[in-house]
């Protein structure tokens, strides 16, 4: 298998999983404790020349860079970019999800 078969593989059993694990609890902390929390969730879509597995750090690193506590990125859709018969890009959408913090004064 070549490396852009195994990046495949790899993202189609990210998808998967992240299909299996979509109604699980996410705001859980290291002890297991759930806390009254709320969180937002976005899509955003990253690209890269490389792979989908760049296209989706691409995406964390940017939203690295605003969002704070982000906890969760589910794959939502992979797909690419065709010119000319070659692939010239690769695409990732991912749900993000980051906590969302009231910022009204009570």
Request: hydrophobic residues 40%; charged residues 30%.
């Amino acid at each position: 298998m070549n490396r852009e078969q195994l990046n495949l593989l790899d993202c189609i059993d990210l998808c998967h999983g992240a299909a299996r694990a979509k109604h699980a609890i996410f705001c859980f902390l290291e002890d297991g404790v759930m806390h009254d929390s709320t969180y937002k969730v976005i899509e955003l879509i990253g690209t890269s020349p490389d792979s989908w597995e760049k296209a989706a750090a691409a995406i964390v690193e940017r939203a690295s860079h605003s969002l704070r506590e982000m906890r969760v990125g589910e794959v939502a859709e992979l797909d690419l970019v065709i010119e000319n018969g070659k692939v010239s890009a690769y695409r990732a959408k991912l749900r993000l999800s980051f906590k969302y913090e009231d910022h009204h004064a009570g």
